[in-house]
């Protein structure tokens, strides 16, 4: 079992379509989650940590579950720049190895 | 620019060669990674610096790899004896610790990788 999971997808959706994102994740110990957007042959960038309280930005919103072991992304109205691969990243101290999963694709279409 | 740049960004080399890449962090980062990324797959941790000492590897990083940062600036990771299984994109990151002015936590700052194939 990988330490970060999410479902691959694809996630195909029209523009200003909500879609959501989950992640679980197995070490408890873990401490800080962030998400990160990688666009096709590029680099990965972050695009939001994530907080105990949830947190948005803009059209996004992170939430973290401890308990449960589980992460959420949640984009609202869609756009067609939205289409990337989103990856799910813990750290378990805060600094050092930064475990991703292996992504969810989202395809925003007209 | 002033971001993370990487070199070579493509390398083709046969089984067997040595390959040595570069990574030059941005730079008042103290902290760097080495992650490798295959097709459909997320980066997999290799190695992680901060200023010059190399403070954790992964088991991924077999005996043919080496990282070195020596002055704390820029980083060279180095493949000995490539293998197919070697081909993959290898990304360099750098932050700077207790930087929490981006996204509120110390966000890691990816370089544009360099992609090795190996025939």
């Known amino acids: 079992r990988k330490e970060v999971e999410q479902d691959p997808g694809p996630f195909n959706v029209p523009e200003g379509a909500t879609v959501a994102f989950n992640c679980t994740y197995s070490?408890?110990?873990?401490?800080?989650f962030f998400w990160y957007r990688q666009d096709c042959r590029k680099e990965p960038k972050l695009l939001m940590s994530v907080y105990s309280s949830g947190n948005e930005d803009g059209r996004f919103t992170a939430q973290l579950n401890r308990a449960s072991q589980y992460i959420s992304l949640l984009i609202r109205d869609s756009k067609l720049s939205d289409s990337a691969t989103y990856l799910c990243?813990?750290?378990?101290?805060?600094?050092?190895?930064?475990?991703f999963g292996d992504g969810t694709t989202l395809t925003v279409k007209p | 620019d002033t971001g993370v740049s990487q070199n070579p960004r493509h390398k083709i080399t046969k089984r067997g060669q040595n390959v040595t890449f570069r990574c030059d962090p941005i730079?008042?980062?103290?902290?760097l990674y080495w992650y490798r990324q295959t097709l459909g797959q997320g980066p997999e941790f290799l190695t992680y610096f901060q200023n010059e000492a190399q403070l954790e590897k992964s088991r991924l990083l077999s005996d043919r790899f080496s990282a070195e940062r020596p002055k704390g600036s820029f980083s060279t990771l180095e493949i000995q004896r490539t293998e197919q299984g070697d081909s993959a994109m290898y990304l360099c990151?750098?932050?700077?610790?207790?930087?929490?002015?981006?996204?509120?936590?110390?966000?890691?700052?990816f370089g544009p990788g360099t992609r090795l194939l190996v025939l």
């Open positions: 990243v813990v750290n378990s101290q805060a600094a050092g190895k930064s475990t």
């Open positions: 730079s008042e980062h103290n902290r």
């Open positions: 990151a750098s932050s700077l610790s207790g930087d929490t002015t981006g996204k509120g936590r110390e966000t890691q700052y």
């Open positions: 070490n408890s110990a873990s401490q800080s």
